[in-house]
């Protein structure tokens, strides 16, 4: 189904409240709020006074209209002068299908620990689902500008109904979140000059699949514990066809791929990974994705991070123990930004992996905050 089809049509439902949703001539700017429902006090963390869901509008990949859902919360305590300053979250891959948005499961103190720490550190916080996860259309995993647009559009949805919000924000996400953090980052200033950006902070961020899973193939073997990876490449594929439907990735699929693609669609990462565990990435690919230019061009184009162009300092913390996004990748990803002029710092967390490391790496995240909103 198109964005155009999805706008026109479709009717979201949220909270019990049905949101007619405009066609695309007639859509309303980025930010624009349909619906705010306030959370229960049993759903608030332990550091917010006050907490919201929002259905708002924002940009797909394409700059087409989408829909998105999320959450932000202020913390307790009258706002600093001059509002309080945003931390706007990321989260990591939950999967594509509408029950696998976090506003829908994450609730009170079993949110990530950033969210937590940056409301008792007296922060408001953004969680943006993405455009499509929770909402009408299709989410697209790994689109970077799609991302991007959504991360910054929470921002703006929230500030319209909630004026203690300052301008000032600072981006952050973990893995899905961290690669989707960067992006907000470095397209910030074009499509949000109204905001003031002060610094990102990407930990374990997905960074060069453009040329992992560009190679992906027939022959491409086994990987055993890592085979899961599969399903964050199937993500990927749904997500590219939907931004481009010319590219027909799923000509490039064996049957059993295709079926893999169908309940990727469907199901959430946990039991996606599952499924995946005794099947090995080229049983998945008829055909290799190395010949075909145009999609290793569109691919780089949908989800490859910036490397320039950053006009913040910008903060990579990752575990040395990743097993899913091994550490190198970020090692390769502060060179190239490096060469570029950016402004990067890499940490590195010895004992922690993938997951542990957005724990281990709590007050370096906190400080890397509160730096950027103590910059001039």
Not at 248 to 255: E, G, M, N
Not at 296 to 311: H, K
Request: aromatic share 8%.
């Amino acid at each position: 189904m198109t964005a155009s089809t999805v706008l026109t049509m479709l009717l979201a439902v949220v909270s019990g409240v049905l949101v007619p949703v405009p066609s695309a001539a007639a859509a309303p700017p980025p930010g624009f709020v349909f619906a705010s429902t306030p959370l229960p006090a049993g759903e608030l963390p332990s550091g917010a006074a006050h907490g919201t869901r929002v259905v708002y509008a924002t940009l797909d990949q394409n700059g087409r209209p989408a829909l998105a859902t999320g959450v932000f919360w202020t913390p307790h305590g009258a706002p600093p002068v001059g509002g309080w300053p945003v931390v706007s979250w990321a989260h990591g891959t939950t999967g594509i299908a509408d029950r696998c948005a976090p506003s829908r499961t994450r609730h009170g103190n079993g949110l990530e620990t950033p969210i937590r720490k940056a409301l008792d550190a007296g922060y408001a916080v953004t969680a943006t689902d993405y455009a499509g996860l929770g909402s009408a259309g299709e989410t697209e995993y790994l689109g970077g500008r799609a991302a991007a647009h959504s991360i910054v559009d929470i921002i703006h949805a929230a500030r319209s109904l909630d004026p203690t919000l300052s301008a000032r924000w600072v981006s952050t996400g973990h893995s899905q979140g961290g690669h989707a953090a960067l992006f907000a980052a470095r397209y910030a200033g074009e499509y949000a000059p109204d905001l003031s950006l002060r610094a990102a902070v990407a930990i374990a961020p997905v960074s060069s699949m453009e040329d992992i899973f560009g190679v992906f193939g027939p022959r491409t073997p086994g990987l055993g514990r890592f085979n899961g990876v599969s399903g964050l490449f199937l993500y990927l594929l749904a997500g590219l066809d939907h931004a481009q439907r010319d590219l027909h990735v799923a000509d490039h699929l064996t049957d059993t791929g295709r079926r893999y693609l169908d309940a990727a669609r469907e199901q959430c990462y946990g039991d996606l990974n599952s499924a995946l565990q005794s099947v090995s990435p080229g049983s998945l690919v008829g055909s290799s994705f190395v010949a075909d230019d145009a999609f290793r061009r569109a691919l780089a184009d949908y989800a490859q991070v910036p490397t320039g162009g950053y006009g913040v300092p910008i903060r990579i913390q990752h575990g040395f123990l990743d097993p899913v996004l091994p550490y190198v990748l970020s090692r390769d990803l502060r060179s190239k930004m490096r060469d570029d002029g950016t402004d990067v710092t890499l940490k590195t967390y010895l004992r922690a992996d993938h997951t542990s490391v957005v724990d281990d790496s709590r007050d370096d995240t906190m400080s890397a905050i509160n730096e950027g909103f103590a910059r001039d």
